[in-house]
């Protein structure tokens, strides 16, 4: 048994030091918690498998990584819920992403939650160790490869007391979450897909998480919806989003790029863009033992949406020299949407299923013919209502009670996009609602069917409705 961790060593000072420590972030919701931030390299020795029909796939050689870990975690045993979240840090830009914790990280702090960020990639690792400093001169990923035993060792180790060395002073943690976003999320489709979740579950006679949370990641978009398990090496795109040079990947119908038979929850979390080239690889819900699925399409969401707000975050990027994108406006309910499915997806690993949700309503243009590389989308669009918005999918405030219109750019690639949000002018929004008090009442009572229906957390109700009635210009004219 190759994949568990066998060297945990701790990297000093990681609240001021490490990359993207969000200590330095403004709004980070650590600033009044007691919480800490600490850091690791993480080695082990990782099988590279190859792509083939075997279920689980065949490995060959065997070689050794030293990556890196960032914790995010209460100070005391006493305030832990005994959750932790492990987030695979996305690699797109180069440079570690982190995609999951900005939307979440108020619900982390106030449900006490341990958070763990993984760099995954060989392109992020060799980032962190060209740093000036050498904080990260020991970090070592030869081959994309090790990302698929990496996973397991990682939450094999936070199975365990004290999450073997990355959560010291806490107990052994209760349930364990798996989140990747993007790239990452895709990583997790194929770690299911190609039987590695059951592979390690089985070396280690104990599953090897409670739970699967895949964020903006289409099993339809070519190479990226579905990572060759045998992939190393960066794919070049040109702005349009197509490879450059040909590559290998997967067949746009093979079964792997659609999520099957899982013996743990499944909850994958889709921007509107994901849906579209999503749509030929959608499948039904499911509550069936072996195989516990669900599928969220978030209307009027871009991909990157709401990542992007926060100015520390953005230049930590730039001091390692990536760009962030511009044009993503934030997108609220995010926030509110991963909490309550966060708490749906847990209480789903103690029997209770998660609601439903229609997907995104779609239509085809006549005689298309559907683009074997998976990244041309161009023929397929969303049914929309009045307001410009998707019908179907995850009903959220913005979109039932609708003060903008929000939509991608049409000129743009089909996925990572710029967004836009257009205030309706003061007397559409007097022809819709009549006056503020009648809008904020309007959106009182929408939050309250949303909280009802599990999509909207009971405890983030009143500050939905805040949030949302300050967006709204205050003069109507």
Not at 20 to 42: C, D, H, M
Not at 395 to 400: C, W
Request: glycine fraction near 10%; include cysteine; hydrophobic fraction near 35%.
């Amino acid at each position: 048994m190759k994949f568990p961790l066998h060297d945990v060593r701790a990297l000093g000072d990681a609240a001021s030091e490490a990359f993207l420590s969000p200590a330095r972030w403004q709004g980070s919701q650590l600033e009044n918690a007691a919480y800490k931030i600490e850091e690791f390299t993480v080695s082990g020795e990782a099988r590279l498998y190859t792509d083939g029909a075997s279920r689980p796939p065949r490995h060959g050689r065997t070689v050794p990584y030293t990556t890196r870990v960032l914790t995010i975690r209460p100070v005391r045993d006493e305030d832990f819920s005994g959750e932790v979240h492990i987030e695979l840090l996305n690699p797109s830009t180069g440079n570690d992403f982190p995609m999951y914790w900005p939307d979440t990280a108020r619900h982390i702090v106030r449900r006490g939650v341990a958070y763990v960020g993984v760099t995954c990639k060989a392109v992020t690792a060799h980032a962190l160790r060209d740093m000036p400093g050498g904080r990260y001169s020991a970090l070592s990923f030869p081959h994309d490869g090790a990302v698929w035993d990496l996973i397991g060792a990682v939450a094999a180790a936070c199975r365990r007391p004290e999450a073997a060395g990355l959560l010291p002073g806490l107990r052994r943690p209760d349930r364990t979450l798996l989140t990747g976003w993007s790239q990452s999320g895709s990583f997790l489709r194929t770690y299911l897909s190609e039987g590695l979740h059951d592979l390690h579950s089985e070396e280690l006679a104990q599953g090897i998480c409670d739970a699967y949370l895949i964020g903006v990641s289409s099993g339809g978009f070519g190479p990226y919806g579905y990572v060759n398990v045998d992939r190393d090496g960066e794919i070049e795109f040109d702005a349009r989003l197509r490879p450059v040079t040909p590559l290998a990947q997967v067949a746009m119908d093979d079964p792997r790029r659609v999520v099957r038979g899982s013996r743990v929850p499944v909850i994958e979390f889709m921007s509107q863009e994901e849906a579209v080239s999503h749509l030929w690889h959608q499948r039904a819900d499911s509550d069936v033992a072996g195989d516990l699925y669900r599928c969220y399409q978030i209307p009027a969401r871009g991909h990157e949406s709401g990542l992007l707000d926060d100015a520390g975050r953005i230049d930590d990027h730039r001091a390692a020299g990536s760009a962030p994108a511009e044009g993503c406006p934030r997108h609220a309910a995010t926030a509110y949407l991963l909490a309550a499915a966060i708490d749906n997806l847990i209480a789903w690993t103690d029997g209770t299923p998660p609601p439903r949700a229609d997907p995104i309503s779609m239509r085809v243009a006549p005689g298309l013919e559907r683009d074997p590389q998976g990244v041309d989308y161009t023929g397929v669009s969303c049914v929309t209502n009045e307001a410009g918005h998707a019908m179907g999918g995850v009903r959220y405030l913005d979109v039932e009670v609708p003060v903008r219109r929000m939509a991608g750019d049409p000129d743009g690639p089909i996925a990572m996009g710029a967004w836009t949000h257009t205030p309706f002018d003061p007397a559409e929004l007097r022809r819709r609602y009549g006056s503020p008090e009648e809008l904020r009442e309007r959106a009182r009572r929408t939050v309250a069917r949303l909280v009802a229906d599990r999509w909207y957390l009971p405890e983030d109700a009143a500050a939905a409705v805040d949030e949302f009635c300050r967006s709204v210009p205050s003069h109507w004219g």
